[in-house]
């Protein structure tokens, strides 16, 4: 499985930014997918997931009612709508899908959003 991770960027505190990760080499609607983040110096924490169907969403506490995650299976595209970003949201964001059951197997590159305070 390859993921590309896009639509990062420079957002003011309150805005907006929906981040887009394209999955390609295996059947997108038979894995879950996950969105984590990494800020400078902390350790890469989980935000939010998604089931195969898309039916069913979870999400970390700090994004909950901020954040929706939302799948494509015939684009094969997963994506993180991101609403009332704030300076704390500020890291790189790493898409990532759960193929076996032991975890999360595969990894996108990640991309850098900032929401200066």
């Known amino acids: 499985v390859q993921l590309q991770a896009s639509g990062g960027g420079l957002v003011q505190a309150g805005g907006s930014l929906t981040l887009s990760c394209a999955a390609s080499?295996?059947?997108?609607?038979?894995?879950?997918m996950g969105w984590f983040r990494q800020a400078p110096g902390k350790e890469r924490e989980f935000v939010a997931a998604i089931s195969r169907s898309g039916y069913t969403t979870y999400y970390a506490d700090s994004v909950k009612g901020r954040f929706t995650i939302s799948r494509d299976n015939a684009k094969n595209t997963v994506y993180l709508q991101m609403n009332g970003l704030k300076p704390e949201d500020t890291a790189v964001y790493y898409c990532a899908a759960k193929v076996s059951s032991s975890g999360y197997d595969y990894w996108g590159q990640g991309t850098q959003v900032t929401s200066p305070a």
């Open positions: 080499g295996r059947t997108f609607s038979s894995y879950a």
